[in-house]
């Protein structure tokens, strides 16, 4: 049901004005406001960016990333992923180690300060080929060839290791924090319509949504700083997003390791069984946007993914980014100046230099940051591996963004 009103009531206004400063919201009101539409959703929009600003002011942050896809080969079969190729694909690729590296010193030599390795979930448990291959490198896993590769990287560069490989074990969590400075896996939805038949999670086993939240707890345990968040437009009922939002807000009050919320939207694309579902709205996304700070208060960093605004025209993306501001977004999340968005390949990332002079003409200051958050920062001592602590400290200034950026201008 669509919530649209001339004006909001004084009763939800006071709690909106709570909520701008860090209240949280009611569930009963979230999901009203998930589809707010009118003069409730710009009431709405107003709280959002007034809690936004009182926890990050007017700087928008972003990390300058490397992209290595280390494997597209997956267990799963999701319908809207065009990432992942089966065996006997032409396209079908996992990288060596020289491939690796290469990547690695690319992104080096333009200022990346993360290597954001991202991965298909456990295709060694489905292929024989691909379980063959890694034993002849001497692995038995996936997420050891993971553990090798960002060991490496950190031995041979200065970039900082982010790993994105799906549900990974207990075993595997402590095996991989000493060589990251974090990780993050989307939840993506709890709708039980994404298991059903024709659902877009159907037949893929790492996204049972109760699987995927009990990974998520225990990287909160391991006091493991972490990215997850949901994707929109794949299934589910506007209400149920925020379903999935106050199940991810459960653990971040348990544990607090949660460093960023992403609000990733739906793109079809002619090669995904879910070519002709129906993308969701801008609308949809600022409304989503909106109410995950507001759930999440000054707690999470809010991020929505650049290259997928709504329209690819010069004008329209820079609107693009103005509309998400207003709902409270503090964060463009990784952007590379060498390797392309392996996800969403068709949807180029913005030029860094353009998107700062952007957020200059609408108030914003555009920083880097690491792959690790400045709040895990300045308590290094419990969620950075001792190994990794002075590298991170190295790089960062006194609010624990990165130091010297404007230096990385004149790549």
Known sequence: MVFSVLSVSPE????LDAAANGAGLLESTAKMFITAE?????????AAAALRDKRTGKVITYSRKVFIPLTNLCRDVCGYCTFVRQPKDPLAHTMESDEVFATVLA????????ALFSLGDKPELKYASYRAWLQKR?????????YAMSAATLQQSSLLPHINAGALSDEDFDM???VSVSMGMMLEGVSPALLARGGAHRGSPDKDPQLRLRVIETAGKKRIPFTTGILIGIGEQPEERVDALLALKKIQDEYGHIQEIIVQNFRAKPDIRMRSQPEPSEDDMMRAIAVTRLLFGESVSVQAPPNLLFDDSENGAQQGYQRYLQAGLNDWGGVSP???DFINPERAWPQLQRLREDM????????????????YIFRKDIYLDAGL???VSDLVDETGLVRNEKEMWKI
Do not use: D, H, N
């Open 38 to 46: 009118g003069a409730a959703l710009e009431a709405l929009l107003a």
């Open 338 to 340: 060498v390797t392309k």
């Open 176 to 178: 991989l924090r000493p």
């Open 389 to 391: 602590r002075q590298r």
């Open 360 to 375: 200059q003409a609408f108030g914003f200051i555009l920083r880097e940051r690491l792959g690790v958050y400045p709040e």
């Open 107 to 114: 992104g080096e030599k333009t200022g990346c300060k993360e």
């Open 138 to 146: 001497g692995f038995t896993s996936t997420a050891q060839y993971v």
């Open 12 to 15: 939800i206004q006071r709690e």
